[in-house]
């Protein structure tokens, strides 16, 4: 079936393009042209845009759960319920982050994200981010500290095995004793090695860098202090072009001059935007729960009962429009750091990340105001706003 989208204003990570269309045939893009080069009775459907935005699917790499769900819950149903969130929110395929545990709960939520089956209707799980549980006991900030622990290599080596291909990132603390073991053998399995609730030293935090690691999880929160004669962790991460950065911009985990210096830094190449989403995004404030520890959300934050941050209540969509409206980003390249650069980071930009000529048709479609008017995976329609 041949489908062709018009009179949309089509967003590619580096312009937008006004007066073209994009033909999908199969689930993928097969071409990008002016519309009037199009003839009708070549295409099935014509799907007409209205002259909003055409963008590609958002990928949420770092996200605990929401709607009341989380990995942790290992069932079928939990998957479900958070990709049906996501989807009413333009994210379009997701990482299922599993936050520090026992190795039996962690196995036991890998092997539901391996064992769960996609539905076609719904936002689609691509991977594992493995939160844990090799962190610094000094920032671990909603990490349950009983759970924490050394790195161990065999360990790692068990769950990877158990994830049959699908572990894409594992949040490390670089500088602890056999951390840089594990660095390297994810390497060799082509995993992401992120840095995370860490103390590490910038000389610390560079070796990690020099061994593999290519993204900062959740960039300044869970991280030693910046320091202008010992700049850390923070200081490695904004200055080597190696490092991808998460940022959860719900203008709670960070003060916008701290998202300044980072877009300043980084460049929008090397920014993520992650919600770091638990069971309470999209609810009302309430109680809650995150590593089996009680989390108490008011307007929005949402904390454990000593204060500290217990992830967000945020969306990939909000994060976006929060780029475009509280920081004057342009809208192509506030979702390029939601498409592309996640794309990028876990090694699926062949397929996925950005409208281009090859690529799954996982799209979004959007007003001025970031509002997700519908959403497609594979080309179909999956969602659409009432």
């Known amino acids: ?61 770092h996200n605990h759960g929401n709607s009341g769900y989380d990995f942790m819950d290992s069932t079928e149903e939990a998957i479900d319920s958070i990709a049906a969130f996501h989807l009413q929110n333009g994210v ?23 064992d769960y089956k996609n539905k076609e209707m719904n ?51 670089p500088e602890l004793e056999g951390s840089r073991s594990v660095i390297r053998y994810l390497k060799s399995k082509n995993i992401v090695s992120a840095m995370a609730h860490s103390n590490a030293t910038f000389e610390q935090a560079k070796k990690g860098v020099y061994e593999g690691i290519t993204l900062a999880t959740h960039l300044y929160n869970g991280m030693r202090s ?12 904004l200055i080597d072009d190696r490092v991808y950065c ?17 877009l300043r830094t980084k460049g929008v190449e090397k920014i993520i935007l992650v919600s770091d989403a638990m069971r309470a995004a999209g609810l009302d404030d309430g109680e809650y729960e995150l590593g089996g520890q009680k989390v108490l959300v008011k307007k929005g934050e949402a904390r454990l009962e000593s204060g500290a941050l217990a992830g967000s209540t945020l969306n990939l969509r ?12 342009p809208i192509h390249e506030a979702v390029r750091m939601a498409s592309l650069n996640p794309a990028k980071a876990i090694s699926v930009d062949n397929k996925k990340g950005s409208i281009e000529v090859g690529k799954d048709a996982d799209l979004i479609l959007f007003d001025r105001e970031i509002n997700i008017l519908a959403s497609m995976v594979g080309g179909n329609i999956i969602w659409q706003k009432n």
């Open 318 to 329: 909000d994060a976006v429009y929060n780029m475009v409206y509280k920081k004057n980003v």
């Open 92 to 114: 379009t395929s997701f990482l299922g982050t599993i936050i520090t545990s026992s190795y039996e709960d962690i196995k036991k939520a890998i092997q539901n994200i391996v």
């Open 123 to 173: 936002s689609q799980i691509i991977g594992i981010h493995l939160e844990g549980p090799f962190f610094s006991m000094e920032k671990k900030g909603a990490q349950p500290a009983k759970y924490i622990k050394g790195p161990d290599l065999n360990g790692i080596k068990e769950l990877e095995e158990l994830s049959n291909g699908m572990l894409k990132v594992v949040s490390i603390a």
């Open 226 to 237: 910046f320091s202008h004669r010992e700049p850390g962790i923070i200081g490695v991460s």
């Open 246 to 262: 998460e940022i959860i911009y719900d203008r709670i985990h960070l003060h916008d001059g701290s998202v300044d210096i980072a």
């Open 1 to 61: 079936m041949k489908v062709l989208i018009k009179n949309v204003n089509i967003v590619t990570p580096y312009e937008i393009i006004y007066g073209h269309g994009v033909l999908i045939e199969k689930g993928v893009i097969k071409r990008i042209d002016k519309e009037e080069n199009f003839k009708r009775e070549n295409v099935d459907n014509v799907i007409d845009g209205q002259h909003n935005f055409l963008a590609s699917g958002f990928i949420d790499i």
